[in-house]
Nanobody
Framework: QVQLVESGGGLVQPGGSLRLSCAASRSIFSIYSMRWYRQAPGKERELVASITSGSVTTYADSVKGRFTISGDYAKNTVYLEMNNLKPEDTAVYYC?????????WGQGTQVTVSP
């Protein structure tokens, strides 16, 4: 089992930055991959970024160059650094972990980008 606790969401102006955190209940060394998803009103849930146990990262085209996913093994935490935020980035962001062929989800954190 993996418990995930997300934090860091909030209200920011366009062009601003946020860092989302996802704290895992076990060492992320043991987790095959961790991902950030988001779901905006009226839209399907989409994969934003992922990082594997081999530290291979993947990004959605819409966030490439603006978002960075990283892991801190000492803190059992995965981050999503978001820069140059746009109104279309507004969504609930969810942390996901794939462990032992199962998916675990965080509770979600709201990110709102608005003047």
């Amino acid at each position: 089992q993996v418990q995930l606790v997300e934090s860091g969401g909030g209200l920011v102006q366009p062009g601003g930055s946020l860092r989302l955190s996802c704290a895992a209940s076990r060492s992320i060394f043991s987790i095959y991959s961790m991902r950030w998803y988001r779901q905006a009103p009226g839209k399907e849930r989409e994969l934003v970024a992922s990082i594997t146990s081999g530290s291979v990262t993947t990004y959605a085209d819409s966030v490439k160059g603006r978002f960075t996913i990283s892991g801190d093994y000492a803190k059992n935490t995965v981050y999503l650094e978001m820069n140059n935020l746009k109104p279309e980035d507004t969504a609930v962001y969810y942390c996901n972990a794939e462990y032992s062929s199962q998916n675990y989800w965080g509770q979600g954190t709201q990110v709102t980008v608005s003047p």
